[in-house]
């Protein structure tokens, strides 16, 4: 499972570079930046929802793709630790 660690860890370390600059600053620079990152995940379920809806073969293959709660959950502990540990490198503390 160290590819979802690792892939979780980018994305972690990439939402808090988009991210950073509306929490610290107050202001929202990073719109475009959010924006794309989440329609993008938006556009696949999208896609994956009507891929069931009008082609009913394709329900089998989205459900075999379909992330299982575990790699989910290591994706979400390698973006928690990469954040927390770029965190604390970046401001010499837990806070």
Known sequence: MTKP???GA???VLMLGMLHDQIMAGEFRSGAAAAAFIGAHLAVLLAASAATLFFPGMRRFVARHRPAPLHVATMGAGAIGSVALVHLVAHGGPI
Do not use: N, S, T, W
């Open 10 to 12: 980018l994305m972690g």
């Open 5 to 7: 660690l690792i892939m």
